[in-house]
């Protein structure tokens, strides 16, 4: 499977959850492929913009979309990667923003 591929598999199942992917394709195609090396490395989809320890129990909540997105976009109009977001956010309809991590500290890798 390559990113387009991955991209057309997600699409219409998030939208139809109400969910969308960023308009600005370079970067949707970009995370799709870190997704996919994610996979690869890892054997699932962590998110390509956290660090994954390779330990999946310890990495659910960070399995794309992550369990943190639902309160982002809810949020913010985005996810912490800027990968989903919501309609309005698409549309130019609310302020685009910084997302904080919402990960706790103790589950994050430095």
């Known amino acids: 499977m390559d990113a387009k591929q991955l991209y057309e598999q997600l699409k219409k199942f998030q939208e139809s959850k109400g969910y969308y992917f960023n308009d600005d394709m370079e970067m949707?195609?970009?995370?799709?492929?870190?997704?996919l090396?994610?996979?690869k490395r890892f054997g699932y989809m962590a998110c390509p913009c956290r660090l994954a320890n390779g330990d999946y129990e310890n990495d659910k909540d960070i399995l794309c979309p992550c369990v943190y997105r639902e309160e982002d976009v809810k949020e913010y109009g985005a996810c912490f990667c800027g990968l989903y977001v919501s309609k309005e956010w698409?549309?130019?309809k609310i302020?685009?923003?910084?997302?904080?991590?919402?990960r706790p500290p103790d589950k994050?890798?430095?």
Do not use: D, Y
Request: aromatic share 4%; charged share 30%; net charge negative.
């Open 108 to 110: 994050i890798i430095f």
């Open 28 to 35: 949707t195609m970009a995370l799709m492929e870190s997704l």
């Open 95 to 102: 302020e685009k923003q910084v997302v904080p991590e919402r």
């Open 37 to 39: 090396e994610n996979k």
């Open 90 to 92: 698409n549309e130019g």
